[in-house]
Antibody, heavy 118, light 113 residues
């Protein structure tokens, strides 16, 4: 069974940093493209960015609002996806989901809440 | 960026009746070389992550009941729940994956009348 478990969320001040993790199991993580999708409280879904598998280059794409501030990485040796978030803004407050990425998102974690507030 | 719109914002349908949700993209998401529409539908129940229902505009994900169906091509798409069940109360989102940034519609809330 595919499982994605996010962690690392919490309360952070504007301008601060946070690193989210997503532990994957039940599939061959190293072959998978992965994405982060976020959802602000009471709002819709917003794609944050993706990382390709190493065999497909391991490259990343980002949405404009986070480009230059957020970095997606992966450690295939421990089946874990990361989202490094720097220069956080109040508008980054959201539940952050990691997903398997076939361009559509077929498996989702339960999400981790990031709150950016002074 | 491709902008996705949905209508209606919300709808209430009697149990056993049909629910229809529309999704429109600001440009075509049909990749003509493959003759595939790069359009997916998700269901999100309160307090839960989204769940993939439909991809390639009309292919049901494994395990999704056959009362859910997707149709459409190019810029106009429809999600139909043929006979609404109580467990279908949720918000439904469409998403284009034709090009990055991937974008979602604003969602349609489905309730029981």
């Amino acid at each position: 069974e595919v499982q994605l478990v996010e962690s690392g969320g919490g309360l952070v001040k504007p301008g601060g940093s946070l690193r989210l993790s997503c532990a994957a199991s039940g599939f061959t993580f190293s072959n998978a493209w992965m994405s982060w999708v976020r959802q602000a409280p009471g709002k819709g879904l917003e794609w944050v960015g993706r990382i390709r598998s190493k065999t497909d280059g391991g490259t990343t794409d980002y949405a404009a609002p986070v480009k230059g501030r957020f970095t997606i990485s992966r450690d295939d040796s421990i089946n874990t996806l990361f989202l490094q978030m720097n220069s956080l803004k109040t508008e980054d407050t959201a539940v952050y989901y990691c997903t398997t990425d076939r361009a559509y998102f077929d498996c989702w974690g339960q999400g981790t809440l990031v709150t950016v507030s002074s | 960026d491709i902008v996705m719109t949905q209508s209606p914002d919300s709808l209430a349908v009697s149990l056993g009746e049909r629910a229809t949700i529309h999704c429109k993209s600001s440009q075509s998401v049909l990749y003509t070389s493959y003759n595939k529409n790069y359009l997916a539908w998700y269901q999100q129940k309160p307090g839960q992550p989204p769940k993939l229902l439909i991809y390639w505009a009309s292919t049901r994900e494994s395990g999704v009941p056959d009362r859910f169906s997707g149709s459409g091509s190019g810029t106009d798409f429809t999600l139909t729940i043929s006979s609404l069940q109580a467990e279908d109360v949720a918000v439904y989102y469409c998403q284009q994956y034709y090009t990055t940034p991937f974008t979602f519609g604003p969602g349609t809330k489905v309730d029981i009348k």
